[in-house]
């Protein structure tokens, strides 16, 4: 191997034989990435500037490098938003050089495509202008960062998940996946929904977050915030319908786990200011994820499953 | 029990513990009544990777289903879509991630209902290891053989038995060695190489990740310990190399204006710079002059590392392509023999137009027979003459008599099927990671049947001849 004729800068390595779990988890979410490009029309990443969608475009980049990402993203926008987030998928955007699609909720709300419930969340809201951001740009193929440990209903998601044309999931006409022949064959109307991390647990994510140094938006970190208690989580005041006269605002030292519609995404109590504090404080977590920070996961046990049916993500 | 946490959980560990970590991808067969979901749940609650809510969503639905809740039932962590809580079966494949400070694992947790035998077809499929469970009171039943069967057929390189109920036969070591020496006697006639049996109480936890004292006459390894030990991926990257393009890599930026990669997971063996490669099915040859990626250049890489690979000529290659050694002679071929699992309730028709995936190639193809059919519970194979003409049947007809030599939902026969054009024909009895295909249904795009290329376990089974047969074997079809 000392004659090499690599043209690119850097000295070329031998890869280490052994590929670490991490490794191994890289490269099944690249190899399905590559597929999705390889078979498919019109693709696009569903990016919220949460985690797990910034996990996504970054192995994208690394997919398709020293080409640019070959798809736009699409961000579905409660309206509810936290600044930190939205200034972060804007200057992602940009440096990247990618085209962002918006599906606004706002928008489905004041054409009447979907109803407010008052006080309600926001997030069961998403799937109408998801739907119809998929008909209207036509995309064949919608990459999503669903992992199957976040939830019961997930366990059985396929890496390639066929949607009819209504966005409907139907758990038994699920095809088979075999070794890592994906079948991303549908018909017109119809769409596959993608999950590059099905296999990846909270904790791979984040650990991969610290290998790679992924920059997230600041309110994952430890930070103060005037916060108020509804259902056991603690809120953020904002012009979406919180507080309430009887509820108290205080100022707390808090991080999000998740990044959603602020109505309903809750921060938790932590002092984690770096990766491997939260990774220290995920691994210790008595709490998964979804239990602690989504209100509406807890409507019942099968919500979740009500939701996927219906097309949500 | 629903007061313990996981603060103390071993996966967490160090950074420099769980960097060096490798990953193990299982599945586990049984039925729920061979305690399977408690199993699992076992191995969940015991390696900390069961969380205080889900713990308490648990513990919530066992009062609810009339338990005091002072046990926990562990099988309820494992059920995941509500169909399946109502009748209290398991319907589809579903994921578990566990992990130790050694290893993370990836279990696909298939079912053992006979109606849902492609579910078991699909686990295995990537599965290094497969955990087949009995129970002690009752043995090697025809289920236990069958899951061993299509372990076999998938081509597990481990199998474990996991002989649970242990506490209801007094862990009476009589009783584990029969089985287990059954069982054995068994894997042999399917070629199973490496089994294991390791008897166990899933209810109570021995000798699923802590060794119990109530086995004294067993100093074998727990079952975690087994699943800690096997090697991972040792198979893959001692093959020989074999590299399906996925996608070309062509930026035509202003830094890139001529780049060309071929981006691509290598399936088996080892790519290095320098490597006089063949382009197949072209034959083309060109030697690799960069490995790259987005961390930099490599000198080589081994499976299953994703990759982007640069050849010194400019040759014609695009996606379906297979990158293989140029000294190495590689079957191709249009006439492809091969033993499917068939998917869907649509019987297989004999002259039916399909697309064959294999690799990241599709290809448009005519299935002309079906011309043997493995019975899993009793391992014998009936075997009929070869069909010389393609008859033309019409698909509408289902009666079993307008196609008599199909195959119906999780049947399992060898089929000959001809493509329009050469692919990479790897038998995968010696190439497990490009030895298999799938049968694709042109019109709406359902895969209909998941297929092995060349001889499996159906060819290693004696075959019944077509003369000696029953004829009433239709009332089994397609199980």
Redesign the interface.
């Known amino acids: 191997?000392t004659?090499?004729?690599?043209?690119?800068p850097?000295?070329?390595?031998?890869?280490p034989?052994?590929?670490?779990?991490l490794?191994?988890?890289?490269?099944?979410a690249?190899?399905v990435m590559?597929?999705v490009?390889?078979e498919f029309e019109r693709p696009v990443l569903l990016f919220s500037g949460g985690k797990d969608s910034i996990v996504m475009l970054h192995l994208a980049?690394?997919?398709?490098?020293?080409?640019?990402v070959p798809f736009p993203v699409m961000h579905v926008d409660t309206g509810h938003n936290f600044p930190e987030v939205i200034a972060y998928r804007d200057a992602t955007v940009a440096e990247h050089g990618l085209r962002l699609v918006v599906a606004s909720v706002q928008d489905a709300i004041d054409d009447g495509r979907v109803v407010e419930t008052p006080g309600g969340s926001r997030n069961p809201l998403q799937t109408v202008p998801l739907l119809d951001a998929i008909t209207q740009h036509r995309f064949d193929a919608v990459f999503g960062g669903g992992r199957?440990?976040e939830e019961?209903?997930r366990?059985?998601e396929r890496m390639f998940s066929l949607r009819d044309e209504f966005g409907q999931w139907d758990?038994?006409r699920?095809?088979?996946?075999?070794?890592?022949?994906y079948?991303g064959?549908?018909?017109p109307g119809e769409h596959v929904r993608v999950f590059p991390l099905?296999?990846w647990?909270e904790?791979?994510v984040w650990?991969y977050i610290?290998r790679e140094g992924i920059p997230l938006p600041e309110i994952y970190y430890a930070h103060e915030r005037d916060v108020f208690a509804r259902d056991g989580m603690w809120l953020t005041a904002g012009d979406w319908g919180g507080p309430r006269p009887d509820e108290v605002v205080e100022r707390r030292v808090v991080r999000y786990r998740t990044v959603g519609d602020m109505s309903c995404t809750g921060a938790v109590d932590s002092h984690a200011a770096t990766v491997?504090d939260v990774?220290?404080e995920v691994?210790?977590?008595?709490?998964?994820e979804r239990?602690?920070t989504r209100a509406d996961d807890r409507a019942s046990?099968?919500a979740m499953?009500d939701r996927k049916r219906e097309g949500y993500f | 029990m629903g007061t313990q946490t996981t603060t103390d959980l071993p996966a967490a560990g160090g950074a420099a513990d769980h960097a060096q970590r490798d990953l193990l991808r299982l599945a586990t067969a049984g039925s729920v009544d061979d305690g399977k979901s408690t199993l699992i749940g076992r191995l969940l609650y015991d390696t900390k990777s069961v969380l205080a809510d889900q713990l308490s969503a648990v513990e919530r639905a066992t009062r609810a289903r009339g338990g005091d809740g002072t046990a926990v039932d562990l099988a309820l962590l494992t059920d995941g879509l509500r169909a399946e809580r109502e009748q209290g079966i398991t319907i589809d494949v579903a994921y578990r991630y566990f992990s130790t400070a050694r290893r993370a694992f990836v279990l696909a947790d298939t079912p053992g209902h006979v109606q849902y035998t492609r579910n078991m077809v699909t686990g295995a499929s990537t599965a290094e290891l497969a955990i087949v469970l009995v129970d002690a009171r009752k043995g090697v039943l025809e289920q236990t053989r069958r899951h061993a069967a299509l372990t076999a057929l998938l081509g597990v390189p481990h199998v474990v038995l996991a002989v649970n109920k242990m506490d209801l036969v007094g862990f009476d070591q009589a009783t584990f060695t029969a089985i287990a020496r059954e069982f054995a006697d068994y894997a042999h006639v399917l070629g199973l190489p490496d089994v294991h049996a390791v008897p166990l109480s899933a209810l109570d936890g021995d000798n699923v990740v802590l060794r119990s004292d109530r086995t004294p006459w067993y100093d074998g390894p727990t079952l975690l310990e087994l699943l800690e030990q096997v090697p991972v991926g040792r198979d893959a990257a001692a093959e020989p190399l074999r590299l399906p393009v996925q996608y070309v890599i062509r930026p035509r930026t202003p830094d890139h204006p001529d780049y060309r990669g071929y981006a691509g997971k290598v399936a088996s063996g080892l790519v290095r710079v320098g490597d006089e490669l063949r382009v197949l099915p072209s034959g083309r040859t060109s030697r690799v002059v960069g490995i790259d990626t987005f961390d930099g250049p490599l000198t080589q890489a081994e499976a299953p590392r994703s990759v982007t690979v640069r050849l010194a000529d400019d040759l014609d290659v695009s996606r379906g392509d297979v990158l293989v050694p140029a000294q190495e002679h590689v079957r191709t071929g249009q006439d492809l023999v091969g033993t499917v699992c068939w998917l869907t309730e649509r019987r297989s028709v004999a002259g039916a137009r399909v697309l064959v995936r294999t690799g990241t190639r599709t290809v448009r193809a005519l299935l002309r027979e079906v011309d043997a059919r493995l019975d899993v519970d009793t391992l014998t194979v009936e075997q009929w003459d070869p069909v010389d003409t393609v008859r033309t049947i019409d698909a509408t007809d289902t009666s079993s008599d307008a196609a008599p030599r199909s195959l119906g939902l999780n049947a399992i026969g060898r089929v000959r099927v001809r493509l329009a054009e050469p692919v990479v024909l790897d038998d995968y009895a010696t190439h497990r990671r490009t030895g298999g295909f799938l049968l694709v249904d042109p019109a709406d795009g359902s895969t209909l049947a998941a297929g092995m290329v060349g001889p499996t376990l159906l060819d290693r089974l004696a075959p019944v001849r077509a003369d000696e047969r029953d004829d009433d074997w239709l009332a089994g079809a397609g199980i």
């Open positions: 191997m004659t090499s004729t690599t043209t690119l850097g000295a070329a390595t031998a890869a034989a052994r590929l670490t779990q490794d191994a988890l890289e490269s099944e690249i190899h590559r597929e490009a390889g980049r690394k997919a398709f490098w020293p080409a640019p199957r440990d019961k209903a366990a059985k758990p038994r699920q095809r088979p996946e075999l070794w890592d022949l079948n064959r549908h018909k099905s296999n647990t904790l791979d650990r610290e491997a990774i220290a691994a210790s977590s008595r709490l998964t239990g602690a046990e099968a499953e």
